[in-house]
């Protein structure tokens, strides 16, 4: 098959990936929208279009692997291909983020019992959202440089994360426990949110540089700091 027609094919996947991120980010304003009770749509819309996610991820997976198995393409076309294999994968995670965001704020409804949200919660939202944002402009963009900075940004996330943790457990005394455990758990899924987002970053500067900056101590094989596992937690040297 000529060059070209790969080409249209790879450049098609790549459109692809991109139209999934974007159903993606609008998964994650919204279900974070309604765990801060600024509701625009109810959780089971969320609930039903992640399996339009599920099914776009196992269709990009399977078009990524054709392309290999008939190209056996090499260089960036090779690296391209596992970059969006990568994204793919967590991409659909981060939209099952957003329904287990969506299904806390149902048991909350259940309940009939919420807690004050937090003001780190949006916070978190925000950082996350955009580093999320960023990490798919690097890879659109082939941009190593902003991908390797999402890591120190992920931190500040981690400690809101943190911050909202001990709020909730004050809360705890006063309010309904099981309600002031499903703000936490919103949280949690917000900060790996903002893992996968870094993951993401990663995977851009394995297919801008050649390099793998995860499981190195932080660093790449020429000393640059970065390195993150792929659960986003740092990695000890």
């Not at 974070?32 to 819309?45: G, Y």
């Not at 911050?163 to 002031?180: G, K, P, Q, W």
């Amino acid at each position: 098959m000529p060059k070209e027609h790969f080409d249209q094919q790879l450049d098609t996947l790549k459109q692809r990936l991109l139209d999934m991120s974007h159903g993606v980010e609008e998964q994650v304003a919204e279900a974070v929208a309604l765990a801060t009770r600024q509701e625009s749509i109810e959780p089971e819309e969320i609930l039903e279009r992640d399996q339009e996610i599920d099914d776009e991820e196992v269709a990009i997976e399977e078009t990524a692997i054709e392309l290999l198995a008939l190209h056996q393409p090499m260089a960036i076309d090779l690296r391209t291909i596992v970059t969006i294999l990568k994204i793919n994968n967590d991409l659909e995670r981060v939209g099952d983020h957003a329904v287990n965001i969506a299904e806390a704020v149902l048991r909350l409804r259940e309940k009939g019992e919420y807690p004050p949200v937090p003001p780190q919660l949006e916070e978190m939202n925000r950082l996350a959202r955009g580093i999320l944002r960023d990490a798919l402009d690097a890879f659109v963009n082939l941009d190593a440089e902003t991908a390797r900075q999402l890591g120190a940004r992920d931190d500040e996330v981690d400690a809101l994360h943190e911050s909202v943790f001990r709020v909730m457990l004050t809360h705890m005394l006063d309010e309904d426990i099981s309600a002031c455990l499903q703000m936490l758990l919103i949280s949690r899924n917000i900060e790996r949110i903002a893992d996968h987002a870094v993951n993401i970053g990663e995977d851009v500067v394995y297919l801008v540089q050649g390099r793998t900056i995860r499981h190195t101590g932080g660093k790449d094989e020429e000393g640059e700091g970065g390195g993150r596992q792929r659960d986003g937690s740092p990695v000890s040297a």
